[in-house]
């Protein structure tokens, strides 16, 4: 084992010492808040992990033999042992439990041999559905479901705010009705029409649609 690959694995180890070490120099209070902090940290961690778990096992049952699941073998089984570790990575930190059903179909729809033609998006629709709050992920489901909208009705700056994050990400366009061409500079919705791209139903489709 490489130091390069000890240094990566221990990160978090490091980072949490220092965090330690800083609340402990705290005068008076510093030990027992270093003390309650960890405990209550690692608690909700293991908690969060033993949840979702419950919840897989839970949602696969439920399918029984309605999904087929890939065979693991030496071509993926890195890729797939690599898939768990930042799943689990992201799952103990998730305070959004409102998006563990999201990681779930991410998990299954992974694992399907249904999806195969999905692989080379594999890492990016995980970074992707990491990044994105319960509340932009609720606003792709509803271009997602309801198709387009217009951007006249769209006042509110927080939905204004969303509209242009899920665009970065490439979930979501916006056209000119009269020009019917993609306005990346445009800080105004009115008289432009709001959809989901072909990349955003299939991000939908394999981390958003239920499985």
Known sequence: MTEEHN?????KEYRDLTI?????????????????????????????IENFYQELSKKINELDSSIQFKNINNDNKDDITSMIEMLN??????????????????FINYMSINNEDHYIRYDLFFEIL??????????????????????????????????FRLRNYGLLEIIDFSKSISKHSADNFENKKISITRFGDSFYDFCLSSV
């Open 130 to 163: 990491k990044d994105l709050s319960v509340s932009d992920l609720g606003h792709l489901k509803n271009f997602s479901e309801n198709g387009y909208t217009s951007g006249i009705l769209l006042t509110r700056d927080e939905t204004r705010a969303r509209i």
């Open 89 to 106: 990575d992201e799952i103990e930190k998730q305070s959004q439990q409102n998006k563990l059903k999201y990681f779930i179909n991410y």
């Open 7 to 11: 240094t990566k694995l221990g990160f």
């Open 20 to 48: 330690q070490s800083g609340l402990e120099l705290i005068p008076v209070i510093g030990p027992t808040l270093s003390t309650a902090y960890f405990g209550r940290k690692q608690e909700l961690r293991f908690k969060r």
